[in-house]
């Protein structure tokens, strides 16, 4: 929402308080507001710049996944190289810095992250407050929901089930009334936005549920407290809501992991299935089945079965650089990937992973957890080994490598649950590009792909 100058001067202390205007309004009062000025400056590019080139697009680029191809229209977060991900401009210790958090809480709470990301604009807490308190409101499932999750079997993966819990949902849909009712085309955002919300919403207590049908007692589940904050909620439906730290960790991980630029694998389908103007709900259970892929969300659940693989077969007393390294070996040399390792744009430690880690660093309890040390011993080896394989582009740790390994120490150890955690986080960002997109009235996606002969013939002709 912020050109490159705004960004730069809004780094200052002073001037990112004054962003923190002592507003009363809502985030959609303050979002209707945002929209004219970014509708107006899409209008501008498209009459002034529509013919002009932004880059030349190689044979590589094409048949290596679309890599770099700069094609997608997103504008609240993006993603260096080297740096790591901004949010608006801001890096994650800047959002830490004026993202308000719980009472007496200290890590960014997901609504603040919500909100920024909708709106380019820091709210107040007590703005942030009212969100939680809204949140809370349209946060309970409805009948048919419960009996739905509840029919499932429990061996079916968390994510299936996620994935067909917020499909159901759009049983509700705002924006598919209003679609069937004829509402014109300015007004779909609105729509959009109230889908959000109610998705974003509900995301914990269908979350809560799977996890309890598959490992605990449905029966002892809490109903939503109208006091508490979306995690805050979370965690005490999963059953860990004493559990502050825990709690805090949560509300860090899914405030940064929201959000990772347009080009990943979840956000770049829900993108793509809301260009159909799918409603929200069906637009996000189609990222969630991007997200469940081991080479995407999945991961965080395959860091920890390796880790405790690793364990295992070295033994918890033999854990040194070079057990390790030997492990690393023969991972790589059994032809499988290292979990939590790698990119597809990062080329440096992800600064999510480095949160994650410091976050550690303020607590005995997780220096001392030996999961912990083991995530803490691998980094110290794996970049090394990854780069003497030569594979990898990217030897550096992503967020996968540090995330579960504390809820692992905090007691929530069923890993395959993981990815759904990670479900909860990433509608921030897609939910919001969603509103978006029908705000500044994008188009269905269709790009050109091309045959074999196709790329052959442009390639020798070049
Ligand atoms: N271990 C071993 N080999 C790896 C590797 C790793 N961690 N990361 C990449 N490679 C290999 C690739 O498999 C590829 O091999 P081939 O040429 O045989 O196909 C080669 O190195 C080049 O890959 P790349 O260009 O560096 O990476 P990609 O952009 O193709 O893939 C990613 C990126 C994340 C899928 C890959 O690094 C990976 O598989 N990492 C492990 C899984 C993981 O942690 N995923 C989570 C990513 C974060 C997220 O999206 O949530």
């Known amino acids: 929402m912020f050109s490159r100058l705004q960004v730069v001067s809004f780094r ?256 770049h389908t829900s993108h793509l299935v809301g260009s159909t103007l799918s409603d929200p709900y069906l637009s996000y259970a189609a990222a969630l089945y991007a997200l469940a892929g081991p080479l995407h969300g999945l991961a965080n659940q395959e860091v920890l079965r390796w880790q405790l693989a690793m364990q295992d077969e070295i033994g918890a007393e033999n854990i040194t650089h070079d057990t390790i390294r030997e492990f690393l070996w023969r991972t790589l040399k059994s032809g499988q990937v290292v979990p939590g390792y790698g990119h597809g744009v990062l080329r440096k430690s992800d600064p999510r992973f480095i949160a994650l880690q410091q976050f550690c660093d303020t607590r005995p309890d997780l220096l001392a957890s030996p999961t912990i040390q083991l995530v803490k011993k691998t980094f110290e080896v794996a970049p090394d080994v990854l780069t003497e394989h030569g594979k990898t582009k990217n030897p550096w740790p992503n967020v996968d490598a540090a995330s579960g390994c504390v809820l692992y120490h905090y007691g929530l150890r069923e890993f395959k649950y993981y990815t759904v955690i990670f479900g909860v986080s990433r509608a921030l960002g897609c939910l919001t590009q969603i509103v978006w997109a029908r705000a500044l009235g994008l188009p269905i996606e269709r790009p050109k792909s091309l045959s074999l002969n196709d790329i052959e013939k442009i390639a020798t002709s070049a």
């Open 12 to 267: 200052s202390s002073a001037a990112l308080a004054q962003r923190r205007l002592a507003s009363t309004k809502s985030l959609k009062q303050t979002l209707g507001e945002v929209i004219p000025a970014k509708q107006a400056q899409l209008k501008k590019l498209k009459a002034e710049h529509a013919s002009k080139p932004v880059q030349q697009t190689t044979v590589e680029q094409v048949i290596g996944g679309m890599r770099g191809i700069r094609s997608i229209l997103w504008d609240a977060s993006v993603l260096d190289p080297n740096e790591g991900i901004r949010f608006h401009g801001l890096s994650i210790p800047e959002c830490q810095d004026v993202l308000p958090p719980a009472p007496g809480g200290k890590e960014i709470l997901p609504e603040s992250m919500l909100w920024f990301l909708m709106t380019g604009q820091v709210p107040t807490a007590d703005q942030t407050r009212e969100l939680s308190r809204e949140l809370a409101e349209r946060g309970e499932l409805p009948k048919y929901i419960e009996q739905l999750i509840d029919s499932l079997p429990p061996t079916l993966h968390p994510m299936t089930q996620l994935g067909m819990g917020v499909a159901a949902l759009n049983h509700e849909s705002a924006f598919q009334k209003a679609y069937e009712s004829g509402v014109k085309k300015t007004e779909y955002w609105a729509y959009a936005y109230e889908d959000a919300l109610t998705l974003i919403a509900r995301l914990p207590s269908l979350s809560a549920r799977i996890y309890r049908n598959i490992y605990r007692d449905r029966s002892s589940t809490p109903a939503v407290d109208k006091n508490l904050d979306l995690v805050g909620n979370y965690a005490n439906m999963l059953g860990f809501g004493d559990n502050k730290d825990l709690t805090e960790y949560l509300r860090l991980y899914i405030a940064i992991h929201g959000d990772h630029e347009g080009g990943n694998a979840s956000a």
